[in-house]
């Protein structure tokens, strides 16, 4: 099933010289998401449901990146679910038809009461109506997440409390604030070359409420590089890797 809706891009959306800024991106793409489980009766608000889908990993790629603006037009669709997994695809599109996004994303089933891991049971997998020969990226090999590694050394590094405005409804950091944090890790020099075309966020463990976020950076492979871990270093919750 493909669930289609209409954006038009508005002023906190842009980042310099007016492009659509990769906070921006995430926010469309997930909110895409949410409107079709919505559609479907799945969502977080639907009757009955009693399950959610916690993101486990970005994969993101700008290939013509639109200017304020313009209204896109934001494509998803569910790949696959494989046990408690689930893999869902998209694609960005400009007023032209033009393509200019693609990503694939990879979620975890869970139950909203207790806690606990969710197999997908064959009503909800029919709800869906996955698609698994549809991609987003050109082949198969290209949507694989590699497991990203936490470099051996890093060459900056910033501290981040969390406050009261990075919380969700589920009282942990919002998944798209990550990016922002990463960002915030980047050397001047690096800041500067944004926006980045090609960016993965992995998710390890959530960031809770009064937690010091340590922000390590490196550049590894000409790749930049941020991992998100507790003060101590003794926990990760997250690795962001952006060229």
């Not at 926010?27 to 009955?48: K, P, V």
């Not at 020099?189 to 409420?209: C, G, Q, T, W």
């Not at 390590?216 to 926990?235: C, I, P, Q, W």
Request: hydrophobic share 35%.
């Amino acid at each position: 099933m493909i669930y289609t809706e209409k954006i038009k891009m508005g002023i906190k959306d842009i980042e310099k010289d007016l492009y659509l800024g990769n906070r921006a991106i995430l926010e469309y793409l997930e909110n895409a998401a949410c409107h079709h489980a919505d559609s479907i009766g799945c969502g977080t608000a639907s009757e009955g449901n009693t399950t959610a889908w916690l993101l486990l990993d970005w994969k993101v790629q700008v290939l013509q990146r639109p200017t304020y603006g313009q209204e896109l037009t934001v494509t998803t669709w569910s790949r696959d679910m494989v046990g408690c997994f689930g893999f869902r695809d998209y694609k960005i599109t400009d007023e032209a038809g033009t393509l200019c996004i693609i990503a694939t994303s990879k979620w975890l089933l869970v139950d909203t009461q207790t806690k606990a891991i969710r197999k997908v049971d064959k009503e909800v997998m029919a709800k869906y109506e996955s698609e698994p020969d549809h991609f987003a990226f050109p082949s198969a090999e290209d949507e694989k997440f590699e497991k990203l590694r936490k470099p051996e050394a890093f060459d900056h590094s910033v501290t981040y409390p969390v406050v009261r405005r990075d919380l969700d409804f589920m009282e942990h950091m919002h998944n798209i604030y990550y990016l922002d944090l990463a960002y915030e890790a980047l050397p001047e020099e690096v800041y500067a070359k944004r926006l980045f075309d090609n960016f993965r966020i992995s998710y390890s463990k959530e960031i809770k409420p009064g937690q010091i976020v340590h922000c390590r950076y490196a550049l590894r492979d000409g790749k930049y590089t941020v991992v998100l871990e507790n003060e101590d270093g003794s926990l990760m919750h997250a690795i962001v890797e952006m060229y």
